[in-house]
């Protein structure tokens, strides 16, 4: 039965081959943050309140002036294309049905025209900015061609995180039958077969763009270290500007001085993330770091958490603790691997479901009833330490 996102996620994991489950799932290095923005929902408790008429509830909200049902967004997440044939499409497609909004990533399979013309808006394009200028203005001039609203330039990749998993399954784009992966492969013949239909199994946006070949096989990090720019500083965004007309929001905030110089150089939006603990590790979990970005910000930019979500109630604690909207990864993803279309559609009715249970049962019908005084931090210490000490006594009593 699927009724929740780990049971999406169970679900995904049997249906993909190893390396590529796990280059969906893995962390950097130790994987400190990736556990973290789980684990830091935790620390923060309800302050519920009774009696209080429910019947009503309301989970819409406005990002950047666009009506959504439900205050989730599907981030950027690169080949999402290998989890489903046109995987980008129908995530978009999904995001649509249930009046969620659709990112797509610089590093997609499906390119940025295909997505938008079999997508309705709103849709966002994810920027990663190439070493090669030009490279780079012609994808920002594509999407905007191509209709999307927003450019979401992410900011925590100047040199890809080490993702050590990935180099032990030697996963590769497109992805190589190999010594080690051959059993794992055969095991997975159904997948094989869906993606026999996938327009392609690499970069869909730079086919033509003469960097990259389509029969190429290279590994993620190593491509990206090859393309990506590290040297891109503030004074880059007033030259996007320049052939961006539309909002700008960046992704990958982690501290309160980014946020101001965000806000003095005119973004629109910014979302509070560690990349899902895929770069840095050790950076705190995203929803510790929200109270920070949102008294920097003081209402001049939208903010919007991006990390750990798995439960409807994360993204109530997020709203209450002054984001306007959330953005998920992995799970809209496992609903992606499950089943398609369908999958990411439950993923989103699954979430969405829990807001409004969790919206009843503590007595705030609406998010815009949401703030400070329906959360409790007094109970719980730090973060990481409520479970270790039971683990301690659990091992030792073994
Ligand atoms: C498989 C995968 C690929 C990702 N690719 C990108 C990407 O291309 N660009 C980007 O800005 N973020 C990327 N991310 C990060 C997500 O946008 C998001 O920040 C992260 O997944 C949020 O954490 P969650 O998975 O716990 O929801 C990726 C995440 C995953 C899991």
Redesign the pocket.
């Known amino acids: 039965m699927l009724i929740n996102i780990e049971d999406l996620r169970q679900r995904a994991r049997r249906r993909l081959p190893k390396a590529v489950f796990e280059?969906?799932e893995s962390g950097a290095e130790d994987g400190y943050t990736l556990n973290a923005?789980r684990r830091g929902f935790e620390r923060y408790l309800f302050r519920a309140r009774s009696l209080v008429d429910v019947s009503a509830r309301d989970q819409s909200t406005t990002v950047l002036g666009q009506k959504l049902s439900t205050p989730l967004i599907l981030?950027?997440?690169?080949?999402a294309g290998l989890l489903a044939p046109w995987g980008e499409v129908l995530a978009a497609k999904a995001a649509a049905s249930r009046g969620s909004l659709f990112t797509l990533?610089?590093?997609s399979i499906c390119t940025i025209e295909e997505v938008a013309a079999a997508a309705p808006p709103p849709l966002w394009f994810?920027l990663?900015v190439w070493k090669d200028r030009g490279i780079t203005r012609s994808l920002v001039e594509r999407a905007r061609a191509a209709g999307y609203h927003a450019l979401c330039l992410?900011v925590d990749v100047p040199e890809m995180g080490n993702r050590e998993l990935d180099r032990r399954n030697g996963f590769s784009v497109p992805p190589r039958l190999t010594f080690t992966n051959v059993l794992d492969i055969f095991r997975h013949l159904g997948w094989v077969l869906r993606m026999s239909s996938s327009p392609r199994a690499t970069f869909g946006n730079f086919i033509d763009t003469g960097s990259l070949a389509k029969k190429d096989a290279v590994s993620v990090a190593g491509f990206t270290n090859r393309q990506f720019d590290p040297s891109i500083s503030w004074k880059d965004l007033e030259w996007l500007r320049s052939i961006w007309p539309g909002p700008v929001v960046l992704?990958?905030i982690s501290c309160a001085e980014d946020a101001r110089l965000a806000v003095e150089h005119g973004v629109e939006a910014l979302i509070v993330?560690n990349?899902?603990g895929?770069q840095l590790d050790f950076l705190p979990a995203a929803i510790d770091v929200l109270p920070e970005v949102v008294d920097a910000v003081q209402g001049r930019a939208e903010v919007i958490l991006?990390?750990?979500?798995r439960r409807g109630s994360d993204v109530v604690k997020a709203i209450a603790l002054g984001a306007r909207a959330c953005?998920?990864?992995?799970?809209f993803?496992y609903g992606l691997a499950a089943n398609g279309q369908a999958g990411v559609e439950l993923t989103l009715d699954i979430l969405s479901k829990e807001i409004d249970r969790t919206l009843a049962l503590i007595g705030r019908p609406r998010l815009s009833e949401l703030d400070r005084s329906a959360l409790r931090m007094d109970l719980l210490p730090s973060t990481t330490e409520p479970r270790a000490p039971a683990l301690r006594v659990l091992d030792g009593a073994a």
Do not use: A, C, E, F
């Not at 953005?327 to 799970?331: A, E």
């Open positions: 280059y969906v923005n981030g950027p997440t690169g080949l990533s610089t590093m994810q990663y992410t992704k990958g993330s990349h899902g895929r991006d990390g750990g979500i953005m998920i990864g992995r799970p993803l």
